[in-house]
Nanobody, 127 residues
Framework: QLQLVESGGGLVQPGGSLRLSCVTS????????TGWFRQAPGKEREGVSC????????NYADSVKGRFTISRDNAKNTLYLQMNDLKPEDTAVYYCASGIVFLGDDTCGVVEDFTYWGQGTRVTVPS
């Protein structure tokens, strides 16, 4: 069973930055697509940014393009999400996920195709 553990969330002022990390219990990046989702109170979970298993295909939600960057370190089995110029609307619980997923042109393909999920890390950007 693959385990994912996120960290790096917190309270940050508008315009600030955070870097989220997701450590996987084993190396999966060459096999599975991986990505970041978020869920704000009262809203559905949405894809933020996802990366193909080969690593060459990276997608971003329109709302975060130019501000967020997804990356990974295969040697550390760690996925990152660098978040800059944070806005109050970025407030949410952020989850990393992994699975055999075809990304295509959608940010993260079909959410239900992601088999493995972390427990989430909260990001709060006050207005």
């Amino acid at each position: 069973q693959l385990q994912l553990v996120e960290s790096g969330g917190g309270l940050v002022q508008p315009g600030g930055s955070l870097r989220l990390s997701c450590v996987t219990s084993r190396g999966v990046f060459d096999t599975y697509a991986t990505g970041w989702f978020r869920q704000a109170p009262g809203k559905e979970r949405e894809g933020v940014s996802c990366m193909s298993s080969a690593g060459g295909h990276k997608n971003y939600a329109d709302s975060v393009k130019g501000r967020f960057t997804i990356s990974r370190d295969n040697a550390k089995n760690t996925l990152y999400l660098q978040m800059n110029d944070l806005k109050p609307e970025d407030t949410a619980v952020y989850y990393c996920a992994s699975g055999i997923v075809f990304l295509g042109d959608d940010t993260c393909g079909v959410v239900e195709d992601f088999t493995y999920w972390g427990q989430g890390t909260r990001v709060t950007v006050p207005s």
